[in-house]
């Protein structure tokens, strides 16, 4: 056991759990609030927050569903998991499943999954389907492969999963002491804004806060298929976690959009690397592009009419910058400067005005 305690301990009496349900916990969840440096004053918010997602143990809000899907599929004795993934939900059913011995079953599009995140899948031991086909191909494949095989799904579609993710909405509320007014956030096959939406209305009711935040969710322009209205056969985004042309939970995040007065619009992929980069280079956090999407969808936000003036605002940092380190490469290079281990070639290079 981690000294802090994981999400159904810090969060038990929210959760569908009972004694049954075992403890697990890789101790995921109570990320980081931190507060913005300098973007937050190029937009005039009162103020501006990035939750770091990317904190948690396999550096990706996954792990806060993971974890309840995972107790949940123990407790009614399964053995087996599996999941469609664009990879950050296989590095999560890969580590939960190894730590608590299910056997783990993940199909992910071939050959547009970030390195990182396929390293973690091998490392933890999961078997892996690169399937010749979008990520939306292997979640109808898994969910005609769970018809007839005993394994458990655990794609957001498992209910459980989205009862995890909730927990993040909540922390948000205990640390602010109150909703805030936006909360900004990417969407790909929308469990998560589903998730926050949950979590958010749950707290209101409870009376831990009076009001509830506007979601504003943001899709890369090239898979927005809930901005176009209408599914996206082919997908195309840097932003690979949120390269999906048909979410799952399309009318709730639709349903969450609506019911908080929110918006879900779309960036970009340039818009998602200048701000995948002023988050780096201003702010020192390292998201990947798809968790960049929420502040390039905010950074977008006066132009569309939206007075951020006086507003506080949360951006959702989904998921680790060393995730993506191909993006990386490609769009933060920076060129080395070779150098011989001495003062006096150190010092020539530096005086050179380079
Ligand atoms: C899964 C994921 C998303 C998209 O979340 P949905 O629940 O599919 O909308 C965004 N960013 C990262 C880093 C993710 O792993």
């Excluded at 939306?136 to 989205?162: F, G, Q």
Aim: aromatic content about 6%.
């Amino acid at each position: 056991m981690s000294m802090m305690p994981g999400v159904i301990d810090r969060y038990r009496e929210h959760l569908p759990v009972t004694d049954a349900t075992p403890a697990v916990s890789l101790g995921e969840g109570s990320t980081p609030l931190v507060r913005s440096q300098s973007i937050s004053d190029s937009l005039g918010c009162k103020d501006l927050y990035f939750k770091l997602e990317g904190c948690n143990p396999t550096g990706s809000f996954k792990d806060r569903g993971m974890v309840m899907a995972i107790a949940k599929a123990l407790e009614a004795g399964k053995k087996r998991i599996i999941c469609a993934s664009t990879g950050n939900t296989s590095a999560a059913a890969a580590a939960y499943g190894a730590r608590y011995q299910l056997e783990t079953l993940v199909l992910v599009p071939a050959g547009e999954i970030a390195l990182g995140k396929l390293a973690q899948a091998m490392a933890y031991g999961a078997r892996i389907l690169a399937v010749n086909g979008s990520f939306d191909d292997a979640l109808t494949a898994v969910r005609e492969i769970v018809e007839i095989m005993d394994i458990e799904l655990v794609n957001s579609v498992n209910p459980y999963r989205i009862e995890g993710q909730k927990t993040g909405a909540f922390e948000i509320v205990d640390e602010l002491g109150e909703a805030p007014d936006l909360l900004c956030i990417p969407v790909g096959n929308a469990g998560n804004i589903t998730a926050y939406w949950k979590g958010f209305t749950e707290y209101q009711s409870m009376g831990k806060s009076e009001t509830t935040p506007k979601m504003m969710g943001f899709q890369a322009a090239g898979a927005a298929p809930i901005v176009r209205g209408e599914p996206v056969l082919k997908p195309e985004t840097i932003a690979t976690a949120i390269r999906i042309g048909n979410p799952a939970s399309w009318e709730k995040a639709e349903a969450a959009r609506d019911e908080s007065e929110g918006m879900i619009d779309m960036v970009e992929d340039s818009e998602i690397v200048d701000a995948y980069l002023r988050l780096a280079r201003e702010e020192g956090i390292f998201c990947e592009p798809a968790s960049a999407a929420s502040v390039a969808g905010l950074i977008k936000l006066p132009e569309l009419g939206v007075d951020l003036t006086g507003k506080t605002v949360v951006c959702i940092l989904t998921g680790n910058g060393l995730k993506d380190p191909g993006t990386a490469e490609k769009r933060a290079l920076v060129e080395l400067e070779y150098v011989e281990p001495d003062i006096d070639s150190v010092m020539k290079l530096l005086n050179s005005g380079k």
